[in-house]
């Protein structure tokens, strides 16, 4: 008789174990499912371009970030990615920075991405300028520290004297070229970068040839500033600059125009009269023998390596053509330096050029 009920109640616990079954294996398959699609469906669109830009600024949250990508419309679904990024504690694994997101990426892949802080890289360029304002400008608009950061930093005493200069050679630190960056790089990083640089710029060979003119780093800058203001010609840089070198082995003043616009804060003149030559500054090398404190532009690389391939001749002297082409005349004797200098004077009055 119990052997009966036993039997009996068998088949009815297998029914119910299989509609069990089949009541909570759609459900588990749908949960996985949804689970893939939160996870692994593509949800990053860039639109008809290769890819897109994200850049995080320093201390961005997390909702900030879903906030700028949900706005720049990179995502399709910020749900999805908002559960995948609690569940990678991406609040707390947060990087500043300048991301590349490529179509079709998954939450999980983006998440990732963004928590190793794995960041598409600046190609930071900028050339000589006059300035280090204008540096300051121009990189300030290619990574995240702004140029008042630079500028403030930059005239910093206490802070440049750490990379090894003061507020008279700091132009010579910034090597015009191009440098690849992460865009979240502050001032501070930016020129002790630059630093480092400077020291990879300067190794070797033009170490080397810096000592044979007998100048220190900050004195090939300066008188390279003061070259790229005398003229654009390539060609003539290496000429120019053994003018100058002349000029100091003999313990003469450079007497370079530069120096003087550079004195009265005026680069616009195109005229250097008597009562410019009157600027007591130490830059003014009508007045001063030797170099000035410090360089008065950046100097370009080109005129760098002028004074470091200096061509070697016995000119003293040297006036600009007459023709107004760039190029100038050079002379050996200030008599002869005189003639080319009034051909040059007439040309300019001629012109009605006075100032």
Request: hydrophobic share 40%; net charge positive; proline share 5%.
């Amino acid at each position: 008789m119990s052997r009966k009920t036993k039997t009996g109640k068998r088949p009815l616990f297998m029914r119910v174990l299989v509609i069990m079954s089949l009541l909570v294996l759609p459900a588990v398959a749908g949960s996985a499912y949804l689970l893939w699609h939160a996870v692994f469906r593509p949800n990053v669109t860039t639109g008809d371009a290769e890819y897109a830009v994200l850049y995080i600024p320093t201390g961005s949250g997390m909702d900030a970030v879903l906030d700028m990508l949900e706005e720049n419309s990179f995502i399709l679904n910020r749900t999805t990615l908002e559960w995948v990024a609690k569940r990678k504690n991406y609040r707390n694994n947060l990087n500043p920075g300048r991301y590349r997101l490529t179509g079709g990426m998954n939450n999980n892949d983006l998440i990732n991405m963004l928590r190793s802080g794995t960041q598409m890289p600046v190609n930071l360029v900028f050339i000589s300028h006059r300035t280090i304002e204008e540096i300051a400008s121009v990189v300030g608009r290619q990574i995240e520290a702004d140029s008042a950061a630079i500028v403030e930093l930059v005239n910093d005493s206490e802070f440049i004297a750490t990379i090894g200069f003061d507020r008279a050679s700091i132009p010579g630190l910034f090597i015009p070229n191009t440098y690849q960056v992460y865009w979240n790089t502050s001032a501070e990083q930016f020129l002790r970068r630059m630093r480092r640089e400077y020291d990879r710029f300067w190794s070797g060979e033009r170490d080397e040839k810096r000592a044979q003119t007998g100048l220190d780093r900050s004195g090939v800058s300066t008188l390279a500033s003061i070259i790229s203001e005398e003229t654009v010609m390539a060609d003539e840089m290496p000429v120019i600059a053994g003018v100058y070198l002349n000029r100091l082995e003999r313990g003469m003043r450079l007497q370079a125009d530069p120096t003087i616009k550079y004195a009265i804060g005026d680069f616009t003149v195109n005229r250097i009269l008597r009562v410019h030559l009157e600027a007591d500054s130490p830059y003014n090398t009508y007045m001063y023998r030797g170099l000035p404190p410090g360089p008065i532009t950046i100097p370009p690389v080109q005129a760098i390596d002028a004074v470091l391939n200096a061509q070697r001749h016995d000119y003293l002297y040297f006036s600009a053509r007459e023709d107004f082409s760039g190029y100038h005349r050079f002379a050996r004797t200030l008599a002869e330096h005189n003639r080319n200098a009034r051909l040059y004077r007439n040309a300019l009055n001629q012109r009605g050029v006075f100032r």
